[in-house]
Structure formats: structure tokens, C-alpha cells
């Protein structure tokens, strides 16, 4: 792997280097499990100080950019790209409850509103068996005697994520397993997600699906914006009933 790392200037030494990394990263010379040169080695190559270099490897492994393993076989090893940082950001920032309902209500109308709509125009007849195959497990679920909330509200999340995969941009799908992975995860705990409010989950996703298939963008948005606006309602009602 031939690196062309240039000398640093001398005003923020190691806010450059993590620049040159980056930079590497994200034009693909450096690729997910290539392992960086050893300390010593970018020493030299920047003309630096060892401690410089480990500044500037703990701003990139802050960054998610690379994994820092210890050890014989250890060293920096360059990281995929996915949206775990956000999320982890995501997370600090609902814990602090800087994220109300009303903001997750306005968000998700617009996304989850806009990736119903897309999908309903590039939807494919495979895409469309995918999505039924996963109301077919859904309705299996309310079907049962002993009722799995959290199992049914994987299956939800699935589908939105596949309804993004359907619309093929990575904004929104990234946007989506955000908002279902951590937003949702982290606010569901206000909903009492009884068999009756589920039911009513499954049939909006059902009317969803068929509008998607039908080719209907206009009513694909207005369902999913619809059962958005229903469902943070009813996490508003149980953070006060909780209050």
C-alpha cells in the first residue's frame, strides 16, 4: 500500500493528519480492514511527534472511521462507514430529551411520508412479496394465543427499512434504521402496546403496502404520514399518563 501522507503544518498538526486519513478513506486508498502503519511509521511519514500521531488516531477512532486494537497482530484498522456514530449521537441526544415527540412526529412525517411515496413509484413485483411476506408474519403474530409486542414491532421495523431499500437512497434508509433503531427503541417505552393498538398498526401497514403496490404515491404518503402522526400520539398519551 504506497501512501502519499505530506508533511503537516505546523499550526494544528494533528487536526491535518486526520484530514490526510480521512481524505484516504474516503476516496477509497485506504479500505474497511486495512490496517494503518504503526505509529513509528506515520511518525516518520508526517515528521511528527508520536504523541501528534496517537491525538490524531483517537480523533479518527472518535470519529468511527477506525477500530484501535491492542496487541501483537493489533494496530488502526480502517472501519466501515455506517451510521453507528450517529446513532450512538442520536442516543445522547433523546437521553438528554432534546428530541420531544412533536420533533420525532415532524421528522417522521416528512421521512417515513417521502420513502412511502418514492417506493410506491420504483416498487418492483419482488419488492412486493417481500413486503407481504412480512405482513404474512406479522399477522401470524396476532394470531397467537400468547401475543409477542416486541417481536411485532421488529416486523415493523423490518418493513420500514425495506420499503427505504425499495427507494434506493442511502440518506433515507440511513435515516430510517436511525429513527427505528434508536428513536423509536428509546420512546416506545411510553406506549402500552396492547393487542388492540398493534392490530390497528398491522392494518395501517397492510393499507400502506397495498397503496405501495398499486403504484399510488399520493396515498402511499398520506398513509405513512397518517400512521406516524397516530403513533407518536399515542407515545404523547402514555408519557403523560407516566408523568
Do not use: W
Amino acid at each position: 500500500m504506497q501512501l502519499n501522507f505530506e508533511k503537516p503544518k505546523t499550526n494544528r498538526i494533528f487536526q491535518n493528519i486526520v484530514d490526510q486519513i480521512q481524505g484516504a478513506i474516503l476516496n477509497g486508498q485506504l479500505k474497511t480492514g486495512d490496517t494503518l502503519p504503526s505509529e513509528m511509521k506515520l511518525k516518520e511519514m508526517f515528521a511528527t511527534s508520536r504523541g501528534t500521531i496517537r491525538e490524531a488516531l483517537r480523533v479518527l477512532e472518535q470519529k468511527g472511521l477506525i477500530d484501535i486494537k491492542t496487541g501483537v497482530s493489533g494496530g488502526a484498522v480502517i472501519k466501515a462507514i455506517n451510521t453507528e456514530k450517529i446513532m450512538e449521537d442520536l442516543d445522547l441526544l433523546i437521553q438528554t430529551q432534546k428530541v420531544t415527540f412533536d420533533h420525532l412526529a415532524e421528522f417522521r412525517e416528512g421521512v417515513e411520508g417521502s420513502v412511502a411515496a418514492i417506493a410506491a413509484q420504483r416498487v418492483t413485483t419482488q419488492d412486493i412479496e417481500k413486503l407481504n411476506e412480512l405482513l404474512l408474519e406479522a399477522k401470524k403474530l396476532l394470531e397467537q394465543g400468547e401475543f409477542d409486542t416486541h417481536a411485532f414491532l421488529h416486523i415493523d421495523m423490518r418493513l420500514h427499512i425495506a420499503l427505504a431499500q425499495i427507494v434506493g437512497n442511502p440518506l433515507y434508509l440511513a435515516n430510517i434504521q436511525i429513527v427505528h433503531k434508536k428513536i423509536l427503541e428509546a420512546m416506545s417505552q411510553f406506549v402500552n402496546y396492547d393487542k388492540q393498538i398493534v392490530a390497528r398498526n398491522y392494518r395501517d401497514l397492510c393499507d400502506m403496502v397495498q397503496a405501495i403496490a398499486q403504484g399510488d404515491a399520493d396515498q402511499a404518503r398520506i398513509l405513512a404520514q397518517n400512521h406516524v402522526r397516530l403513533f407518536v400520539g399515542y407515545m404523547k398519551a402514555g408519557y403523560t399518563d407516566e408523568a
